[in-house]
């Protein structure tokens, strides 16, 4: 579903991406692990179109975005939703609102129908009777759901998970993880999750992949990462201080 080969991205002189290679199933859950400032999140935000690599490319169900723009982007990557590290509601919009800022402008659906999808959206990240709050009367992990339910409104293919569990407390995180789970089987999305949370990672993940130094070093199902010899990632799923590791 997502193939990436080769990519380079940098700002100004600090190189954050140093040739990532990585190759995502349809139907799977990948989730790709590495220390913060890794390049986690301008891994994703390439993906998605938000920034365009220096070199390399993107495949995404077999059309190379990096060699697209305008309209022709906008038409693949609308296979994707993301759930932003922050959940990056608009404030001053209530939740019916946000949830449907894209279906407003992005397609042809009747208000009826994207009254009926919002509305079906919220219920599967189990939200109801919100539609008319505002982002700060929401706790940290419902701005999280209401986030995910803008992601899903669209129906996409793909959806990119940008730190879901940062910012709540355990429990609600593990609630976010039940629900990446859950639609990952009820409609049978492509998922990309960046995360440093370890528990998550073996909760929700197919496989995992270690970004270190700009490139992923090892790519596996979470019982090879765990069993992995690589000492960086024996250091980071542990937490050790004392590794290879030393910028922290």
């Known amino acids: 579903m997502i193939r990436i080969t080769g990519l380079h991205k940098s700002f100004g002189d600090k190189a954050v991406l140093r040739g990532v290679d990585l190759e995502v199933e349809r139907g799977e859950t990948m989730v790709v692990i590495g220390q913060s400032g890794s ?5 994703i935000k390439n993906i998605i179109g938000l920034l365009k690599p220096d ?8 059309t190379d975005i990096t060699r697209l723009r305008g309209a022709a982007l906008q038409r693949v990557t609308r296979k994707m939703g993301m759930l932003f590290q922050g959940a990056a509601l608009f404030d001053s919009l209530t939740v019916f609102q946000n949830v449907s800022f894209g279906l407003e402008r992005q397609t042809d659906l009747s208000a009826e129908d994207i009254r009926r999808r ?14 008319q709050l505002m982002p700060h009367e929401l706790s940290g992990g419902m701005k999280k759901r209401v986030g995910l339910a803008r992601a899903i409104a669209y129906r996409p293919e793909i959806i990119l998970y940008d730190e879901p569990s940062t910012g709540i407390d355990p429990i609600r995180a593990d609630a976010i993880n039940s629900l990446i ?3 990952k089987r009820e409609l049978n999305i492509t998922s990309v999750v960046i995360t ?11 496989r995992i992949a270690m970004l270190y130094e700009g490139r992923i070093i090892q790519v ?3 019982r090879e990462i765990r069993e992995s010899r690589h000492p960086v990632i024996q250091q980071f799923i542990n937490g050790r ?3 290879p590791i030393t910028e922290w």
């Open 241 to 243: 201080a004392e590794g």
């Open 220 to 222: 596996g199902t979470p």
């Open 39 to 43: 390049g986690k999140s301008v891994l």
């Open 196 to 206: 440093h949370d370890m528990a998550s990672c073996n909760r929700v993940a197919d």
């Open 55 to 62: 070199r390399g490319t993107i495949h995404v169900d077999g």
């Open 181 to 183: 789970n859950s639609l």
């Open 118 to 131: 919002v509305q079906e959206s919220l219920q599967m990240v189990g939200l109801r009777d919100v539609e």
